[in-house]
């Protein structure tokens, strides 16, 4: 699994014109790629690190402030545009595969106590933030 996390000072995220997932203030916004053979393990994984990780204001984490989260589904985190004009999404999971594991990152979440809204899998979203810092960091597991 791979996840593009964001410190934001807020985020949304809207499917045809309606907010489906909004955050204010400090928090992250993590956008998450599952990949072929990844387990409920790793979503598990990802979720305590994303928690855990100490990357808002004062080298603290989300566990620290309550901050929230916005977890948002991306395919394309596993796009390979190393060759020709179009990347490839050979490296994507299927839905079949990635939603089951996406919503069960949101779930070990919210189990640990997080604050978490989502986009809406396989929908096209438009995704609105500001990145605070800016800071951006890639984490795999």
């Keep these: 699994m791979r996840a593009v996390v964001q410190r934001v000072d807020g985020a949304s995220v809207e499917v045809a014109d309606e907010t489906v997932g909004e955050i204010v203030g400090e928090g992250l916004c993590v956008l998450v790629g599952v990949t072929h053979g990844?387990?409920?393990?790793?979503?598990?994984?990802?979720?305590?690190?994303?928690?855990?990780?100490?990357?808002?204001?004062?080298?603290?984490?989300?566990?620290?402030?309550?901050?929230?989260?916005?977890?948002?589904?991306?395919?394309?985190?596993?796009?390979?545009?190393?060759?020709?004009?179009r990347p490839t999404w050979n490296a994507a999971a299927p839905g079949e595969i990635a939603e089951p594991l996406v919503d069960e990152v949101?779930?070990?979440?919210?189990?640990?106590?997080?604050?978490?809204?989502?986009?809406?899998?396989?929908?096209?979203?438009?995704?609105?933030?500001?990145?605070?810092g800016p800071f951006t960091v890639l984490i795999e597991v």
Excluded: H
């Excluded at 928690?51 to 916005?70: F, H």
């Design 38 to 85: 990844d387990t409920s393990e790793q979503a598990a994984q990802l979720a305590r690190k994303l928690w855990s990780v100490r990357i808002l204001e004062g080298e603290k984490s989300c566990s620290d402030v309550n901050a929230p989260l916005l977890v948002i589904s991306q395919f394309t985190l596993y796009g390979d545009a190393r060759k020709g004009r």
């Design 106 to 132: 949101v779930a070990r979440l919210r189990e640990l106590g997080a604050r978490v809204e989502t986009g809406r899998f396989g929908a096209r979203m438009r995704v609105s933030l500001t990145n605070s």
